[in-house]
């Protein structure tokens, strides 16, 4: 079984940052991608950003320049740097890791809240 625990998620002002982790343990093994869905009140989870074990960079159109994810292969953990938040960057963030032959798992989520 595989654990993902997020932390780093809370209350920014708009036009503020704020800085999400991920920390991977468990059964652990080759790595295929790991990110960050959102997914606020009423509507569906959506992808925000990802990260290949090579690097390679997926980012959602709508936090494009203001988001920036990173990883640790080492330590397992992946980062998601927010800046110029914005009230619509409201959610409940979920980890994300899919490992093997595309076994996914998921994180419990970490609550993002922007106000004006």
């Known amino acids: 079984q595989v654990q993902l625990v997020e932390s780093g998620g809370g209350l920014a002002q708009a036009g503020g940052s704020l800085r999400l982790s991920c920390a991977a343990s468990?059964?652990?093994?080759?790595?295929?991608?790991m990110g960050w869905y959102r997914q606020a009140p009423g509507k569906q989870r959506e992808l925000v950003a990802t990260i290949t074990m090579n690097g390679r960079t997926n980012y959602a159109d709508s936090v494009k320049g203001r988001f920036t994810i990173s990883g640790d292969n080492a330590k397992n953990t992946v980062y998601l740097q927010m800046n110029n938040l914005k009230l619509e960057d409201t959610a409940v963030y979920y980890c994300y890791r899919q490992q093997g032959s595309g076994s996914n798992y998921w994180g419990q989520g970490t609550q993002v809240t922007v106000y004006s």
């Open positions: 468990g059964s652990l093994f080759l790595l295929n991608v």
